[in-house]
């Protein structure tokens, strides 16, 4: 959990590409709170998200946020999310949805031209199945 600071906040998209460099982006899924609030100033998620992507982060990508119309959605997903947590759902609600969100990062990585490790993809599914059923 990071943004304890403004200053911590802007550091999240430096920390997580270091570690997914140490742990592999399969193992990382990124929570972003869209509205960081700060004496000194906002943070947006989806600025992080846009970072994160320009930086090459390919992991999965979650927006956390009140305001969670399709509208907004969309506009997370301009940004770089690859689903939207809203605030006040069921855990369990959450946990299904964070398992959608993995299997269509698994989907991504699947239909690349790039050679997949089959080890890698069923790890992905294991954790989101993992994660679907902890909350239940």
């Known amino acids: 959990m990071l943004g304890e600071s403004r200053l911590e906040a802007l550091s999240v998209p430096e920390r997580v590409i270091t570690l997914a460099h140490e742990l592999g982006e399969e193992n990382?899924?990124?929570?972003l709170d869209q509205n960081l609030n700060y004496p000194d100033g906002d943070v947006l998620g989806t600025?992080?998200?846009?970072?994160?992507?320009?930086?090459n982060y390919g992991g999965p990508i979650?927006?956390?946020?009140?305001?969670?119309e399709p509208s907004d959605c969309i506009t997370?997903?301009?940004?770089?999310?690859?689903?939207?947590l809203a605030k006040g759902v069921l855990a369990a609600t959450s946990a299904?949805?964070?398992?959608?969100?993995?299997?269509?990062?698994?989907?991504?990585?699947?239909?690349?031209?790039?050679?997949?490790?089959?080890?890698?993809a069923?790890?992905?599914?294991?954790?989101?199945?993992e994660?679907?059923?902890?909350?239940?």
């Open 28 to 31: 990382i899924i990124v929570i």
């Open 47 to 55: 600025d992080l998200a846009s970072t994160l992507r320009r930086n």
């Open 62 to 68: 979650v927006i956390q946020s009140a305001n969670a």
């Open 96 to 120: 299904s949805e964070l398992a959608l969100i993995f299997w269509g990062r698994l989907a991504s990585w699947v239909n690349t031209s790039s050679p997949i490790d089959s080890n890698k």
């Open 131 to 136: 994660c679907a059923v902890a909350v239940v």
């Open 76 to 84: 997370y997903a301009d940004a770089g999310a690859d689903g939207t």
């Open 122 to 129: 069923w790890r992905v599914v294991g954790m989101a199945f």
